[in-house]
């Protein structure tokens, strides 16, 4: 499995400088932009969107059925029970073991508990859970939209061919910008990666996974590059 790591990295480098060079500067630099906005702007505005979105189309929602559920007087264990399932349907690809905890029911019977507005504590407690899928979707989402108007804009609206004046520098430049292209694409890769591999329910296909890393000769180096950004970024939105 080791060498199916070194042969992602060493094909993918080959796809990235070949390209480069056959598009030239300004193409290549074109596909560069798309690549890092594709990632910025959903890495700015996923979490304040998804926010918009929970408070407009989720809050309301959500504080209705806790109501609902509170009025059927079932007990506090069965009502626990039935609150704990209005989000155990999310599933679990969602959450990041590292940095999010879920809800548990001893939680939840702690807020029936509480003096005041038992709904409220209840949606408190819930809401993580809740925003932390919409902010996942909301940012593949707004990734896969940047991606591809950028792509049709940068088709139809702004055309950047060739210039055969240059010749050997504009295809040198590009090689240039498809090494660039090269790096973006692995530190999306290996966030990419990580966050999926911080899901993993299984122990031993995660071990396995670590130990072909370990033994890997190219991707090895390139995977233990310390991702500061990503740690950050899942922490202070919950993801």
Same mark, same amino acid.
């Given at each position: 499995?080791?060498?199916?790591?070194?042969?992602?990295?060493?094909?993918?480098?080959?796809?990235?400088?070949?390209?480069?060079?056959? &598009?030239?500067?300004?193409?290549?630099?074109?596909?560069?932009?798309?690549?890092? @906005?594709?990632?910025?702007?959903?890495?700015?505005?996923?979490?304040?969107?998804?926010?918009?979105?929970?408070?407009?189309?989720?809050?309301?929602? @959500?504080?209705?059925?806790?109501?609902?559920?509170?009025?059927?007087?079932?007990?506090?264990?069965?009502?626990?029970?039935?609150?704990?399932?209005?989000?155990?349907?999310?599933?679990?690809?969602?959450?990041?073991?590292?940095? %999010?905890?879920?809800?548990?029911?001893?939680?939840?019977?702690?807020?029936?508990?509480?003096?005041?507005?038992?709904?409220?504590?209840?949606?408190?407690?819930?809401?993580?859970?809740?925003?932390?899928?919409?902010?996942?979707?909301?940012?593949?989402?707004?990734?896969?939209?940047?991606?591809?108007?950028?792509?049709?804009?940068?088709?139809?609206?702004? &055309?950047? #061919?060739?210039? #055969?004046?240059?010749? @050997?520098?504009?295809?040198?430049?590009? @090689?240039?910008?498809?090494?660039?292209?090269?790096?973006? %694409?692995?530190?999306?890769?290996?966030?990419?990666?990580?966050?999926?591999?911080?899901?993993?329910?299984?122990?031993?296909?995660?071990?396995?996974?670590?130990?072909?890393?370990?033994?890997?000769?190219? %991707?090895?180096?390139?995977?233990?590059?310390?991702?500061?950004?990503?740690?950050?970024?899942? &922490?202070?939105?919950?993801?």
């Amino acid at each position: 499995m080791s060498a199916f790591f070194d042969l992602v990295v060493v094909v993918a480098a080959a796809i990235f400088l070949w390209t480069g060079f056959k &598009k030239g500067f300004f193409k290549s630099i074109v596909d560069l932009i798309t690549m890092i @906005l594709s990632v910025l702007v959903p890495y700015l505005f996923a979490p304040s969107l998804s926010e918009y979105y929970y408070h407009n189309f989720v809050y309301s929602g @959500l504080v209705g059925k806790i109501n609902d559920i509170l009025a059927q007087n079932g007990g506090l264990i069965n009502s626990a029970k039935n609150i704990l399932g209005l989000v155990s349907g999310i599933p679990n690809i969602f959450y990041n073991k590292t940095t %999010f905890s879920l809800v548990s029911i001893n939680d939840i019977l702690r807020a029936l508990q509480s003096s005041g507005d038992k709904s409220s504590a209840i949606e408190s407690l819930l809401k993580p859970s809740i925003l932390h899928a919409i902010t996942v979707v909301m940012f593949a989402i707004l990734s896969i939209i940047t991606f591809t108007v950028l792509r049709l804009l940068f088709k139809y609206a702004f &055309k950047f #061919p060739r210039v #055969p004046f240059f010749g @050997l520098i504009d295809s040198i430049l590009g @090689l240039c910008m498809g090494i660039l292209k090269f790096v973006v %694409f692995m530190f999306i890769f290996i966030v990419a990666f990580k966050s999926v591999l911080f899901m993993v329910p299984n122990a031993d296909l995660v071990n396995d996974i670590n130990l072909a890393i370990d033994e890997s000769k190219v %991707f090895k180096p390139i995977y233990n590059v310390n991702v500061d950004m990503l740690s950050d970024y899942l &922490k202070s939105h919950q993801i």
